[in-house]
């Protein structure tokens, strides 16, 4: 442990280039994902990934509450991420703060992108994200879960979006921070990816790199996408086509 000031901060990268949990800079964390793990909404997922535990469901297309959102030639997509106040070491004062606020707005936008809303003029499509236990990325976390969950509910969308942050930690690109390298990394940098056009949907930054890091990171978050994307789709697989038992 080295110190800056009264607080501790953990070595995040070793002389061999390894991680604070042992992984490589371009290493995802263990991801298991469920579809449709909820008996009453529509679509539904739960994602565990690394130490993040977050459940998605999905309702609609549906009536719009309140009615005059209503939308005459779309449905529109509305998005509530909310984290526990059991899921951060320091209870969080429950309800939606401004950091809920934002995520809801940027993922909701994110998934605008890609649904084809056209297709349902007058209703709702109303995305429930919940963190039960939270450990960074979990915006990322809630997107993937989300993304499921609206596969599951059978609502049609160009794609679906796997979503990941790469961050800065000791200078050195890393793919998927902890909660260690996200509050004691140089940057981080959550983002949803269209797999089938390479377009990203949400793109947010925290902190500095400079233009060739920034390359760097995209190329890394890129390509984890790519691979999360497969756990999806097998995910998906593995509900439909009979492979796994599901609790609903
Ligand atoms: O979770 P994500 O990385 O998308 O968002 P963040 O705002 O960068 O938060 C990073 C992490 O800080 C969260 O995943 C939580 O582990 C933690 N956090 C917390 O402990 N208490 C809060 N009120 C908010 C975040």
Same mark, same amino acid.
């Given at each position: 442990?080295? +110190?800056?000031?009264? =607080?501790?901060?953990?070595?995040?990268? %070793?002389?061999? $280039?390894?991680?604070?949990?042992?992984? =490589?800079?371009?290493?995802?964390? &263990?991801?298991?994902?469920?579809?449709?793990?909820?008996?009453?909404?529509?679509?539904?997922?739960?994602?565990?990934? $690394?130490?993040?535990?977050?459940?998605?469901?999905?309702?609609? /297309?549906?009536?719009?509450?309140?009615?005059?959102?209503?939308?005459?030639?779309?449905?529109?997509?509305?998005?509530?991420?909310?984290?526990?106040?059991?899921?951060?070491?320091?209870? =969080?004062?429950?309800?939606?703060?401004?950091? &809920?606020?934002?995520?809801?707005?940027?993922?909701?936008?994110?998934?605008? +992108?890609?649904?084809?809303?056209?297709?349902?003029?007058?209703?709702?499509?109303?995305?429930?994200?919940?963190?039960?236990?939270?450990?960074?990325?979990?915006? !990322?976390?809630?997107?993937?879960?989300? &993304?499921?969950?609206?596969?599951?509910?059978?609502? /049609?969308?160009?794609?679906?979006?796997?979503?990941?942050?790469?961050?800065?930690?000791?200078?050195?690109?890393?793919?998927?921070?902890?909660?260690?390298?996200?509050?004691?990394?140089?940057?981080?940098?959550?983002?949803?990816?269209?797999?089938? %056009?390479?377009?990203?949907?949400?793109?947010?930054?925290?902190?500095?790199?400079?233009?060739?890091?920034?390359?760097?990171?995209?190329?890394?978050?890129?390509?984890? !996408?790519?691979?999360?994307?497969?756990?999806?789709?097998?995910?998906?697989?593995?509900?439909?086509?009979? $492979?796994?038992?599901?609790?609903?």
């Amino acid at each position: 442990m080295g +110190s800056v000031g009264a =607080k501790e901060v953990p070595v995040l990268l %070793s002389p061999e $280039g390894l991680r604070i949990d042992g992984r =490589k800079l371009d290493e995802l964390r &263990s991801i298991r994902i469920v579809a449709g793990a909820l008996h009453q909404a529509d679509g539904s997922a739960f994602v565990e990934w $690394g130490a993040n535990k977050v459940m998605a469901a999905v309702y609609g /297309p549906r009536e719009v509450h309140p009615r005059h959102l209503q939308q005459n030639n779309k449905a529109i997509v509305q998005c509530r991420y909310n984290m526990a106040a059991f899921s951060v070491d320091e209870r =969080k004062r429950p309800g939606l703060d401004r950091r &809920s606020q934002e995520i809801s707005k940027v993922i909701a936008e994110a998934f605008e +992108s890609v649904i084809f809303a056209e297709e349902f003029p007058r209703t709702s499509i109303d995305v429930y994200i919940e963190v039960l236990q939270a450990n960074a990325g979990t915006r !990322c976390a809630g997107i993937v879960a989300a &993304s499921v969950a609206l596969a599951d509910a059978g609502i /049609p969308m160009v794609d679906l979006l796997p979503a990941v942050a790469v961050g800065k930690v000791s200078g050195a690109i890393a793919l998927d921070l902890k909660k260690e390298e996200d509050n004691f990394g140089e940057a981080d940098l959550p983002m949803a990816l269209v797999p089938q %056009s390479g377009r990203l949907v949400l793109l947010q930054m925290e902190g500095h790199m400079t233009r060739d890091e920034l390359a760097k990171a995209l190329d890394l978050g890129v390509s984890g !996408c790519r691979s999360i994307y497969e756990k999806m789709k097998q995910a998906l697989r593995d509900r439909y086509a009979g $492979g796994t038992e599901v609790a609903a």
